[in-house]
């Protein structure tokens, strides 16, 4: 019997159980309509409000991404009429292109893999933080991109923004800027005319008032010696022509190297974001010395640059309507660098295990992480802890599911895909009457997680469907072919579990 007909005749318009990933299944994205969820996502979530940390491990199909998406979910309703104190979202699970820039680049080295991810720094994480959020500002401001939560105009908004607020974020988009398409140059210009910051920088008109005095002075000079002699009036002139193109062009000297030293020790410090030094230097530049001085700047001799920066950041935020950051890290095991490897995680990931880092006041920090990284946590010294401060990071140990839980989200997501006069209540509908409610959720109790429950009842319905012949239809489940399915599922995990097969 086919698989279609069974669903058929139950009046079931899609199969519920035959997604095994969150982003991909349309059954899950309407459960998350319907809020449901893990037991303790509460605890995790916290409060929009009051951004906090959260640190959960678990298995792979335990729910990490469908919690992650809930997460979403759940502060987009928060923020929905809301002209003040949302909540901003950071992704923070597509970490490819920051490994790639990194690794690519003369600082994060050309060597084997576990070589650049050891030099990958708490520093890194919050400069590529930083990228995401200015990047999408900038997206917005330049009319790339809405900002979420911000139907008005952009420059009704920015006249009421503080003239330090705007060069913040000048500042923030010249540092960490990093346009999917197009150049970073189009962008700036655009930008700055949008921020008004568009004032001819100092030193191009040191520059150019510089090289008119050279040219007026040699000019006099070549004057005087064809006429054969230097009258007083003309010396003096020659000579405050000569003196000024000097102090002039010696400012633009000196000016634009102080600012290339600055450029070069900035694009050796932010290793996540692609800037040439020369667009660095210009962006710098019509920025100005005396307004960079007022604004703190990456410095591997202050750990604190980059706090200070994500506070000037979060103010350019509550410009916007926005109170707090909450940032979602999620599928650490998937870059093409990481592969998977626990030890290659936990290189990229234990930076961010700082008290400092996850207790920053206005964001959220929220690490979704593989259960491997678990194991390895418990392996630590005491000042590793000491440092993390998980007892105040809201540590779910393990994302673990009961089998009545399990049962709930089955039949929740069987009764989602339910058409209208369908006979069925619930899961247990789908069995015969020998098999009781709680038959299956002992089941289900064995499956530990929603991808494995899903497998469990998925292969139940397959191995039914196989053993049935098409012209005499048995539309119920027996007993014997959910205990067999039971036992060759949990076996399966048990050999997954020691590492004797493949999920």
């Known amino acids: ?45 916290g409060h929009c409000d009051r951004p906090s940390a959260a640190v959960v491990f678990g298995e792979k199909g335990s ?4 919690l992650r998406v809930m997460l979403e979910r759940r502060i987009q309703q928060y923020n929905e009429g809301r002209e003040s104190g949302r909540a901003w979202v950071v992704r923070y699970d597509d970490l490819n292109p920051v490994l790639d820039r990194f690794a690519s680049g003369r600082h994060g080295g050309t060597g084997p893999d576990e070589q650049a991810l050891e030099k990958f720094r708490l520093a890194d994480h919050q400069d590529a933080i930083l990228s995401l959020v200015t990047t999408r500002l900038v997206d917005g ?4 991109a809405e900002i979420p939560g911000v139907p008005q105009k952009r420059k009704q908004i920015l006249r009421a923004v503080p003239a330090g607020r705007r060069l913040d974020l000048a500042v923030l988009s010249a540092l960490y800027d990093q346009p999917a398409t197009g150049s970073f140059v189009g ?23 510089g090289g008119l005095l050279a040219l007026a002075a040699l000019g006099l000079g070549a004057v005087a010696w064809w006429k054969g002699d230097f009258q007083g009036q003309e010396a003096i ?3 405050l022509c000569a003196v000024g193109a000097v102090l002039l062009l010696g400012r633009w000297a000196t000016g634009t190297a102080r600012l290339s030293r600055l450029g070069r020790r900035l694009r050796g410090e932010i290793h996540v974001v ?14 100005g010395s005396r307004r960079l001085s007022m604004v703190p700047l990456p410095d591997p001799a202050n750990q604190d640059s980059r706090y200070q920066l994500t506070a000037r950041l979060l ?7 926005y109170g707090g950051l909450i940032v979602l890290v999620d599928r650490v095991d998937e870059p093409a660098l990481v592969n998977g490897d626990p030890r290659k995680m936990r290189s990229l990931v234990w930076p961010m295990f700082n008290n400092k880092f996850l207790q920053q006041e206005g964001v959220g920090v929220k690490l979704l992480l593989p259960i491997e990284l678990r194991y390895l946590l418990h392996r630590e010294e005491a000042d590793f802890f000491q440092r993390a401060r998980l007892d105040k990071q809201h540590m779910v140990d393990r994302l673990e599911w009961s089998g009545a839980t399990l049962y709930d989200l089955c039949s929740q997501r069987l009764a989602s895909c ?27 109790d064995q499956m530990l997680q929603p991808r494995d429950a899903f497998k469990f009842l998925y292969q139940a319905i397959h191995e039914h469907c196989l053993s049935v012949p098409q012209d005499e239809p048995v539309w119920k489940i027996p007993r014997l072919v959910l205990q067999q399915v039971r036992r060759d599922q949990s076996q399966r995990l048990q050999d997954l579990q020691r590492g004797l097969r493949p999920a």
């Open 1 to 45: 019997m086919q698989i279609d007909a069974f669903w058929k005749h139950w009046k079931v318009r899609e199969d519920p159980f035959v997604a095994e990933e969150a982003r991909d299944d349309p059954v899950f994205h309407r459960l998350v309509e319907a809020d449901t969820t893990h037991p303790e996502f509460d605890k995790i979530f």
């Open 63 to 66: 729910g990490k991404t469908a």
């Open 141 to 144: 401001l330049t009319g790339q």
């Open 187 to 209: 962008r700036w210009s655009q930008l700055r005319s949008v921020l008004k910051q568009g004032s001819l920088p100092t030193l191009d008109i040191c520059k150019w008032l």
């Open 237 to 239: 002139l020659l000579g």
């Open 274 to 287: 692609e800037r040439g030094p020369a667009e660095l230097r210009r962006a710098l530049e019509e920025i």
């Open 315 to 321: 103010g350019v935020l509550k410009s916007f309507g």
């Open 418 to 444: 339910l058409e209208e006069g369908a006979e069925i209540q619930g899961l247990a509908d789908l069995f015969e009457d020998s098999v009781g409610r709680q038959d299956l959720v002992d089941a289900l």
